[in-house]
């Protein structure tokens, strides 16, 4: 649909089927600030005002229309089935059927004339389906890629054509309150209070569609670092920053040696999904991402979700693609933004803020740890581990070797007591900081639905489950 025939139709919101409860503290003292609302820590919406009526929207980086639902709109007649003059956006989640409007938009302090809005039709968008892919309070969907992806382009260009930047901050707690998007900026108190150091990668394309980074390395566990896409002409992957998926999502084979090897004694979550469900114990690895020449890493709380009743739900799966131009894809969702601040840099690069050393080491490509080796065994690391020809080098022992010896494994013992005893003091902490956790959750998950096998499963929940990235 071009934008030469859409007409002017003034939007107004309907009845709503719930009331929406507020709970929305931003941690940004700029005026520029949009508060961001956290539902059960997968999905963030905020509110966008379209002919002087506010909506409620979820935010995504990875597509770039804005639609509202039409059984939100007052006035409006809801279709069943697609119309045949309208327009279909497809996502990994699905597809919405859209008519496109001209509308007065206002996100933030930007407002934006004739700016192209769909009212979207269909069984996809209606609150009481259960194929509908809007979650929570969402009534519609607002994407911030770029105008190249657009299904309903607007005569002046997309919404971030009008500014030069965004950044957001999402809390990570289960509906907590914080989360914020800020536009042409980043919160400074926000970075250094936190200790907060911002690490640039470029857009893979100067004339970019989706937010693309380049993904050098990967590393789960100690297992040995792999380039997966080292022989592509960029040296690098395709990974899609997109604030509308909600999961981590890995090509289908990285995904299935994922799987096989740490989620065997996992169930899947929902029938047909590739989502898993696991007791709160599995031991799960470190997830690192390099990107250019840092590496960024997710720990096992930071992808999964508590279930309550001693289950999580682990916040990693496959693109949905297994061939096709989106095969190599990774899918950079809030699995991972809810641990990174981002910045979005238009039309050249994305930030990511993290604590040097902590949860990002700048200067290197993931690598693995160093595996053991008997003394018969050669050396080929070439640096700094065993660097004699047998054994540990650098300790000599003479005729006093034992006293020495003793002294050394007394040394050694007492180091080894004392970490031993801030391990478990630690894990204690830990334990008792999950248990608290997993009960607020569990009381705020209504309705809860008990499931075959006993688990409990909050509904709706992770939806869309694979993200509102647009495969165009």
Same mark, same amino acid.
């Given at each position: 649909m071009t934008s030469?025939a859409?007409?002017?139709?003034p939007m107004?919101r309907?009845?709503?089927?719930?009331?929406? +409860?507020?709970?929305?503290?931003?941690s940004?003292? =700029?005026s520029?600030?949009v508060?961001m609302?956290?539902?059960q820590g997968?999905i963030y919406?905020?509110?966008i005002?379209v002919?002087?009526t506010?909506f409620?929207v979820q935010?995504? %980086?990875?597509s770039s229309?804005?639609?509202?639902?039409?059984y939100y709109l007052s006035?409006?007649?809801?279709?069943? %089935?697609?119309?045949s003059?309208?327009?279909?956006?497809?996502?990994g989640s699905?597809?919405?059927?859209?008519e496109?409007q001209?509308?007065?938009?206002?996100f933030g302090n930007?407002?934006?004339? =004739?700016?192209?809005v769909?009212?979207a #039709?269909?069984s996809?968008?209606?609150p009481?389906s259960?194929?509908?892919l809007?979650a929570?309070?969402?009534q519609?969907?607002? /994407?911030?890629? $770029?105008s190249s992806?657009?299904?309903?382009?607007?005569?002046g260009?997309q919404f971030?054509? $009008?500014?030069?930047?965004?950044?957001?901050y999402?809390t #990570?707690?289960?509906n907590?309150?914080?989360s914020?998007?800020?536009l042409n900026?980043?919160?400074?108190a926000?970075?250094?209070?936190n200790? !907060?150091v911002? $690490?640039?990668?470029?857009?893979?394309?100067?004339t970019p569609?989706h937010?693309?980074?380049g993904?050098t390395?990967? #590393?789960?566990g100690?297992?040995?670092?792999?380039?997966?896409?080292s022989?592509?002409s960029? /040296?690098s992957c395709?990974?899609?920053?997109?604030s509308?998926?909600s999961?981590?999502a890995m090509?289908?084979?990285?995904y299935?040696d994922?799987?096989s090897?740490?989620?065997? +004694?996992?169930?899947?979550y929902q029938s047909?999904?590739?989502?898993?469900?696991?007791?709160?114990?599995i031991?799960?690895?470190?997830l690192?991402?390099t990107?250019?020449?840092v590496?960024f890493? !997710?720990?096992?709380?930071d992808?999964?979700?508590n279930l309550g009743?001693n289950m999580?739900?682990?916040?990693?799966?496959?693109?949905?693609?297994s061939?096709g131009?989106y095969?190599n894809?990774?899918?950079?969702?809030?699995?991972?933004l809810?641990?990174?601040?981002t910045? *979005?840099n238009v039309?050249?690069s994305v930030?990511f *803020?993290?604590v040097e050393?902590?949860?990002?080491t700048?200067?290197?490509q993931a690598v693995?740890?160093?595996?053991?080796?008997?003394?018969?065994g050669?050396n @080929?690391?070439?640096?700094?581990?065993?660097g004699?020809?047998?054994g540990v080098? /650098?300790?000599?022992f003479g005729?006093?070797g =034992?006293? &020495?010896? @003793?002294t050394?494994?007394?040394i050694?013992?007492?180091v080894?007591?004392?970490?031993?005893?801030?391990a478990?003091?630690?894990?204690?902490?830990?334990?008792l900081?999950r248990?608290?956790?997993a009960?607020?959750h569990e009381?705020?998950? #209504?309705?809860?639905?008990?499931?075959? /096998?006993?688990y409990?499963q909050?509904?709706p929940a992770?939806?869309?489950?694979q993200? $509102?990235?647009?495969q &165009?």
């Open positions: 030469n859409v007409a002017k139709v107004r309907g009845q709503t089927l719930w009331t929406r +409860s507020r709970r929305l503290v931003s940004a003292s =700029n520029n600030a508060d609302e956290n539902y997968t919406f905020a509110d005002v002919d002087g506010t409620v935010v995504d %980086t990875g229309d804005l639609w509202i639902s039409c006035g409006s007649t809801c279709e069943s %089935t697609c119309p003059d309208a327009e279909t956006i497809s996502y699905g597809d919405v059927c859209v496109g001209s509308a007065d938009i206002k930007i407002a934006v004339s =004739n700016y192209v769909g009212v #039709q269909g996809t968008v209606n009481s259960s194929t509908s809007l929570g309070d969402a519609g969907l607002f /994407g911030l890629a $770029y992806l657009a299904t309903l382009p607007s005569p260009g971030i054509d $009008y500014v030069t930047s965004f950044s957001m999402l #990570q707690e289960d907590s309150d914080g914020f998007l800020l900026g980043v919160d400074d926000l970075i250094s209070s200790g !907060l911002p $690490y640039t990668v470029n857009l893979k394309s100067s569609t937010w693309t980074i993904m390395a990967m #590393q789960i100690n297992n040995t670092a792999v380039f997966p896409c022989t592509a960029s /040296g395709d990974s899609i920053v997109d509308g998926t999961l981590l090509p289908s084979s990285v299935s994922f799987v090897t740490y989620l065997s +004694s996992c169930q899947l047909g999904s590739q989502i898993y469900m696991c007791s709160s114990d031991d799960l690895p470190r690192a991402l990107f250019g020449d590496t890493y !997710l720990e096992k709380e992808y999964i979700i009743g999580v739900v682990v916040e990693v799966q496959a693109t949905s693609s061939s131009s095969a894809t990774w899918i950079i969702g809030e699995t991972f809810k641990v990174f601040y910045s *979005y039309n050249e930030t *803020y993290c050393n902590s949860t990002c700048p200067g290197s693995s740890l160093p595996a053991s080796s008997d003394s018969s050669d @080929t690391g070439g640096n700094g581990y065993g004699g020809s047998g080098s /650098g300790i000599t005729d006093d =034992n006293s &020495h010896l @003793t050394i494994l007394a050694v013992l007492g080894l007591g004392f970490f031993f005893i801030i478990v003091v630690t894990y204690l902490f830990r334990c900081c248990r608290r956790r009960y607020r009381q705020s998950l #209504q309705p809860v639905l008990v499931v075959p /096998g006993g409990y909050p509904q992770i939806q869309p489950s993200g $509102y990235y647009a &165009h």
